[in-house]
Each structure stands twice: as C-alpha cells, then as structure tokens.
C-alpha cells in the first residue's frame, strides 16, 4: 500500500509562508492524483488542492486559496508539497494529504484511497 507522511506544519504569523511536504513510501500503487484537504475544529474535512497525473497534469485550487497556495511534486523523492503564501488566520487546521489510486472526484475526501497522519497549521493574527 501506500503510505504517507506529512511534515512542514507549525505555526506563523498572518502574511507569513509556510511549505508543507507529503513523502510517499510503497510502489504497491502508483498514484494518479495527489492532493490536500484541511480540517478545522468543528468543521467538515475540506478541499484544498490537487494534481491530476492522469488527465494532462491538471490541477485544482479551491477558490479560498487561489494565488496563495501551490501544489508541486518531485517524482525522484516521491513527495508533494503545498506552498502556502500570505497565510490567514482562517487557514488554521490540520492538513493532510491524500492518494487516489485513480482518477476519481478529487475535491471530495471520498475520491482518495490514502491518507497521511495530518499536520498542524496555526496562523495568529
């Protein structure tokens, strides 16, 4: 199977950067879309973005963090990052990142098959 672990979460000021990383282990399924979601206390698990390896390398942002968020990947370290920019108290939560072993609805937490242990993202005001 395919395991992963998150790391780069911690906590920051408003305005501030932050680089997440997602590192990959086991072959026994290649994945053909990476992606985040985050979750915050009392809150739904939700979107963040993702990377379509299947469908011409698309990629999606949920509106929330278009312009400020980058989801990237280095395929020889088998990890995905996610560059998060001018950082908003708002975008406090754990972070995870996810595995779909095809193609499937990627902004719903259904459409992946495996996911990371969660990182913690704190941004004060």
């Known amino acids: 199977q395919v395991q992963l672990v998150e790391s780069g979460g911690g906590a920051v000021q408003a305005g501030g950067s932050l680089r997440l990383s997602c590192a990959a282990s086991g072959r026994t399924i290649s994945p053909s879309v990476m992606g985040w979601f985050r979750q915050a206390p009392g809150k739904e698990r939700e979107f963040v973005a993702a990377?379509?390896?299947?469908?011409?390398?698309?990629?999606n942002y949920a509106e929330s963090v278009k312009g400020r968020f980058t989801i990237s990947r280095d395929i020889v370290k088998n990890t995905v990052y996610l560059q998060m920019n001018s950082l908003k108290p708002e975008d406090t939560a754990v972070y995870y990142c996810?595995?779909?072993?095809?193609?499937?609805?990627?902004?719903?937490?259904?459409?992946?098959?495996?996911w990371g242990q969660g990182t913690q993202v704190t941004v004060s005001s």
């Open positions: 990377m379509n390896m299947i469908r011409h390398a698309t990629f």
């Open positions: 996810a595995a779909a072993a095809r193609s499937s609805a990627v902004s719903v937490p259904t459409g992946y098959d495996y």
